[in-house]
Protein backbone atom coordinates (compact mmCIF):
# COMPACT_ATOMS: atom_id res chain seq x y z
CA UNK A 1 0.00 0.00 0.00
CA UNK A 2 2.84 2.37 0.84
CA UNK A 3 4.24 1.68 -2.38
CA UNK A 4 1.45 2.91 -4.24
CA UNK A 5 0.74 5.81 -2.18
CA UNK A 6 5.08 6.84 -3.06
CA UNK A 7 4.41 5.75 -6.68
CA UNK A 8 0.90 8.33 -7.10
CA UNK A 9 3.29 10.86 -5.00
CA UNK A 10 6.23 11.32 -7.32
CA UNK A 11 3.82 10.71 -10.48
CA UNK A 12 2.18 13.95 -8.81
CA UNK A 13 5.52 15.95 -8.32
CA UNK A 14 7.31 14.91 -11.81
CA UNK A 15 3.50 16.56 -13.31
CA UNK A 16 3.34 19.22 -11.33
CA UNK A 17 4.87 22.10 -12.22
CA UNK A 18 8.31 23.31 -11.21
CA UNK A 19 8.61 25.80 -7.96
CA UNK A 20 11.54 26.91 -9.33
CA UNK A 21 11.77 30.04 -11.52
CA UNK A 22 12.66 29.81 -15.03
CA UNK A 23 14.11 31.85 -17.34
CA UNK A 24 12.69 33.79 -20.27
CA UNK A 25 13.18 35.68 -22.87
CA UNK A 26 10.20 38.35 -21.80
CA UNK A 27 10.45 40.49 -18.86
CA UNK A 28 8.80 39.79 -15.64
CA UNK A 29 5.74 41.86 -14.98
CA UNK A 30 6.50 44.85 -13.18
CA UNK A 31 5.76 45.12 -9.60
CA UNK A 32 2.65 47.22 -10.23
CA UNK A 33 0.94 45.11 -12.84
CA UNK A 34 1.12 42.17 -10.56
CA UNK A 35 -2.19 40.97 -9.40
CA UNK A 36 -2.38 40.72 -5.55
CA UNK A 37 -5.60 39.05 -4.21
CA UNK A 38 -7.03 38.97 -0.68
CA UNK A 39 -10.02 36.72 0.78
CA UNK A 40 -12.18 39.47 2.01
CA UNK A 41 -16.03 38.58 3.38
CA UNK A 42 -18.70 40.24 1.40
CA UNK A 43 -22.35 41.43 2.18
CA UNK A 44 -24.15 39.55 4.70
CA UNK A 45 -22.41 36.11 4.11
CA UNK A 46 -19.94 34.14 5.84
CA UNK A 47 -18.10 33.04 3.13
CA UNK A 48 -14.89 35.36 1.86
CA UNK A 49 -14.66 35.23 -1.60
CA UNK A 50 -11.12 35.94 -3.61
CA UNK A 51 -10.71 39.59 -4.84
CA UNK A 52 -7.92 39.88 -7.02
CA UNK A 53 -6.22 43.89 -8.17
CA UNK A 54 -3.17 44.70 -9.42
CA UNK A 55 -0.32 46.64 -6.99
CA UNK A 56 -1.86 50.06 -8.30
CA UNK A 57 -5.51 49.32 -8.36
CA UNK A 58 -5.20 47.98 -4.22
CA UNK A 59 -3.36 51.89 -4.27
CA UNK A 60 -6.04 53.64 -5.63
CA UNK A 61 -8.86 51.63 -3.43
CA UNK A 62 -7.15 52.74 -0.39
CA UNK A 63 -6.60 56.06 -1.56
CA UNK A 64 -10.48 56.30 -2.13
CA UNK A 65 -11.29 54.55 0.95
CA UNK A 66 -9.20 56.73 2.96
CA UNK A 67 -10.81 59.81 1.33
CA UNK A 68 -14.23 58.82 1.90
CA UNK A 69 -13.58 58.18 5.95
CA UNK A 70 -11.88 61.62 5.89
CA UNK A 71 -15.22 63.00 3.95
CA UNK A 72 -17.46 61.36 6.00
CA UNK A 73 -15.34 62.24 9.14
CA UNK A 74 -15.74 66.38 7.86
CA UNK A 75 -19.03 65.99 7.95
CA UNK A 76 -20.13 64.72 10.87
CA UNK A 77 -17.37 66.98 12.47
CA UNK A 78 -19.43 70.41 10.37
CA UNK A 79 -23.13 69.66 11.04
CA UNK A 80 -22.27 68.10 14.74
CA UNK A 81 -24.76 64.98 13.33
CA UNK A 82 -23.22 61.39 11.73
CA UNK A 83 -23.69 61.42 7.88
CA UNK A 84 -26.31 59.28 6.52
Same mark, same amino acid.
Given at each position: ??????????????????????????????? %????????EDIGQTR???????? %???????????????????? %??????????
Amino acid at each position: MTMLIQVLLLAQMASAPSALPTTTTAAAAPP %KDKLICHMEDIGQTRIAQRICHT %KAQWDQIERETEDDVSSNKN %KQNDTGNPPE
